[in-house]
């Protein structure tokens, strides 16, 4: 059977300055009694363990949700730098692409330009590097990572410049293709040719100018390469006649027409009709005389035609 316990607490008579109390245990079941002698600071010490404990209590629960909170808060920022560290091999390997990119690029700019005779362009240039300034205030990765950007967009501003000036080279190479004499000036066949000949007039021995393409009268005549008409006259040896001004130091004559179709100024392409065949001036019969210039200097036509005539 269990016991009914009654603890009354009385404070006992002054002792030792009232630092001391007295606690009475009354059992139901006997008279005899027990007391307690409890100095003040005791159960000041008992309050406060129990306050604190109590206190513990009621602040567990928030103290358990900051915990659950920042453990949610650690599982996220492991994440995060996982994804990161993933970011970064990616972004690793795809400037390592870029890299490989640009050197494939620089091989072919390198090939094209050799082969258009351009040379030092700023992508071959010898290869410099080292620590950019005020990089010790970054990260050393951080620092990796804008030094290889750094290195890259130099080599692909290099690229840049050479790649203007390979065009620029390139577009210079079309119009000297465009102003090279290189196609027949008329359907035929050769008669005579660049140098000494016995003159048909004369009989004599004579240094023939040009070559002349033999065939029936009224043929069209055509520009050879792109030009200007810098000459459309009649002249007593060469009939009527009409010079083309083409760049480059080129100029091409052609002779013996039977009627121009074009007038000095005028902007003609490869291909152009500029004239008829006849045998107008010192002619024998209708044909065209032909006649290149370069810097001045009369030239063979042969070695600038891509067709030969019979």
Same mark, same amino acid.
């Given at each position: 059977?269990?016991?009914?316990?009654?603890?009354?607490?009385?404070?006992?008579?002054?002792?030792?300055?009232?630092?001391?109390?007295?606690?009475?245990?009354?059992?139901?079941?006997?008279?005899?009694?027990?007391?307690?002698? @409890?100095?003040?600071?005791?159960?000041?010490?008992?309050?406060?363990?129990?306050?604190?404990?109590?206190?513990?209590?009621?602040?567990?629960?928030?103290?358990?949700?900051?915990?659950?909170?920042?453990?949610?808060?650690?599982?996220?920022?492991?994440?995060?730098?996982?994804?990161?560290?993933?970011?970064?091999?990616?972004?690793?390997?795809?400037?390592?692409?870029?890299?490989?990119?640009?050197?494939?690029?620089?091989?072919?700019?390198?090939?094209?330009?050799?082969?258009?005779?351009?040379?030092? @362009?700023?992508?071959?240039?010898?290869?410099?590097?080292?620590?950019?300034?005020?990089?010790?205030?970054?990260?050393?990765?951080?620092?990796?990572?804008?030094?290889?950007?750094?290195?890259?967009?130099?080599?692909?501003?290099?690229?840049?410049?050479?790649?203007?000036?390979?065009?620029?080279?390139?577009?210079?190479?079309?119009?000297?293709?465009?102003?090279?004499?290189?196609?027949?000036?008329?359907?035929?066949?050769?008669?005579?040719?660049?140098?000494?000949?016995?003159?048909?007039?004369?009989?004599?021995?004579?240094?023939?100018?040009?070559?002349?393409?033999?065939?029936?009268?009224?043929?069209?005549?055509?520009?050879?390469?792109?030009?200007?008409?810098?000459?459309?006259?009649?002249?007593?040896?060469?009939?009527?006649?009409?010079?083309?001004?083409?760049?480059?130091?080129?100029?091409?004559?052609?002779?013996?027409?039977?009627?121009?179709?074009?007038?000095?100024?005028?902007?003609?392409?490869?291909?152009?009709?500029?004239?008829?065949?006849?045998?107008?001036?010192?002619?024998?019969?209708?044909?065209?005389?032909?006649?290149?210039?370069?810097?001045?200097?009369?030239?063979?036509?042969?070695?600038?035609?891509?067709?030969?005539?019979?």
């Amino acid at each position: 059977m269990l016991r009914k316990l009654r603890i009354k607490l009385a404070r006992s008579r002054p002792r030792r300055n009232g630092r001391f109390y007295t606690v009475l245990i009354l059992p139901h079941a006997r008279s005899r009694f027990r007391k307690l002698h @409890l100095s003040r600071a005791f159960v000041f010490c008992c309050v406060v363990i129990l306050a604190l404990t109590a206190a513990a209590g009621l602040y567990s629960p928030h103290l358990l949700f900051r915990v659950h909170t920042q453990e949610a808060a650690l599982e996220e920022l492991v994440r995060q730098n996982q994804d990161l560290r993933n970011e970064k091999d990616r972004f690793e390997r795809t400037l390592a692409e870029i890299a490989g990119q640009l050197d494939d690029f620089q091989s072919r700019s390198g090939r094209i330009a050799s082969a258009l005779g351009v040379e030092d @362009l700023p992508s071959s240039r010898p290869a410099a590097g080292g620590p950019g300034a005020g990089i010790e205030g970054r990260g050393p990765r951080r620092s990796l990572l804008d030094d290889e950007l750094g290195a890259l967009k130099s080599r692909a501003e290099g690229l840049d410049e050479s790649m203007d000036e390979i065009v620029v080279a390139f577009e210079e190479r079309i119009r000297l293709l465009a102003s090279t004499p290189s196609l027949m000036p008329v359907e035929g066949w050769f008669s005579h040719g660049f140098g000494w000949r016995k003159d048909p007039f004369t009989g004599e021995r004579q240094f023939h100018r040009g070559i002349d393409v033999v065939t029936d009268a009224g043929k069209p005549v055509v520009a050879t390469a792109d030009g200007v008409i810098s000459k459309a006259v009649r002249m007593p040896d060469y009939g009527k006649m009409i010079d083309i001004s083409h760049g480059f130091g080129f100029v091409t004559r052609y002779g013996h027409m039977s009627e121009i179709l074009v007038r000095p100024g005028q902007r003609v392409r490869r291909g152009d009709v500029i004239g008829r065949v006849g045998s107008t001036g010192r002619s024998t019969g209708p044909h065209v005389h032909y006649e290149v210039f370069r810097d001045g200097r009369r030239v063979n036509p042969w070695k600038y035609l891509d067709q030969r005539g019979r």
